[in-house]
C-alpha cells in the first residue's frame, strides 16, 4: 500500500516562485512520484501547488479544507486513525514558519505530538522532507539519488543527540546499536545527562577514553537546547536526533520549542528527527545507501 502523508505549509512557505515547499517539490518530484506518494493536501498548500503547476495530474494529490475550515484538525486525526484505510496516514510534512502565529494553533501541536506519540514522522523543514523521500527511495530499492548526497556527508556535520528522561534509555540503545553510523559525523553534541551516558556507552566499546564521543553541553533544564539551538542557527548542527516524551509536561518546554523553532528558522539546512521508530528507520537506509 502506497504511503501517505499529510501536507501543509504556512504562507512564507509558498507566497513566491523560490519559496520552501516549491523548492521542496523540485527536489523531490521524481521521488514522490516514484514512490506512488499519496499527499493529503490542506486547502491553501493545495492551491498554491495547482496554481504552480506542479505535480502536475499526480492521482496522488488530495485537496483537504482550508486550515480556517478544519483542514489541519483533519490531518491530527488522520495520524491517529480514523475509518477506513485511505483516511490513515502515515505522518505530515508540516513546512513551518516559527514567526507565523498558526504555527502554535493547537492543532499545528497536536499534529506533531501525535506524529510522536504513534512512531510517525513529523517533518517541519524542507531538509527533513527531502532527507525522508531519499530514505524511502533506498527502502523501496531505488537509485540513490544524487541530489541528496549532501544529507549524508557526515564527516563534515555535526549530529545533535537529545532525549527527554523517559527516553534516555532508548536514546541509549539507539546509540549503541547505530554506533558505527553515528560514529561517522565529523562532531557530536547533546545535553547534559544524555550527553554523559552516551560517552560512556562509547568508551565502553573501545572509543578512546582521552576524547569524549559527544560535546556535552547544559541540562535541558538549564538551557542546553539553547545551546543547541545556537549552533543550528549558526548552521553547526545539519541533524538533530531528538527523542521527546510527549505525556509529560516539562518546566522548560519554552526551550524545546526554542530549539524547534530554530531548525524550522534554517529550514533548508537542518533535519530534524523526533521518533526513535523513525531514526532507526533512517540509520538502516544510511547502511544500504553507501
Known sequence: MPIRLGLAANRIHHQTEDAALFGWLRACESGIRELQLGLHAVGRTFDAIQAAGMLASYRGLRRYPYGREGGLMK?????????GDERT?????YLTDPVDPSSI??????????CVIHGKPFLSTVASARDWIEMERIHAGLPRDAGAQRFHDYAQQTLALIAHDALKPTMLDFAARNFE???RFGRRVGTGTTGQRLN???WSRGWPEDRPWVDRYNSGPLGGDAQIADLVLDRRCQRVIFFEDPHVARQHEADIQLLERAVTTVTHDTVCTTSPAVAQRWCDAALMRR
Open 105 to 114: 494553533f493547537p492543532e499545528a501541536v497536536a499534529l506533531k505530538r501525535q
Open 181 to 183: 553510523l553515528l560514529s
Open 89 to 93: 496516514i502515515d505522518g505530515a510534512i
Open 75 to 83: 490531518l491530527v486525526a488522520e495520524v491517529v486513525g480514523v475509518e
Open 200 to 202: 560512556e556507552m562509547a
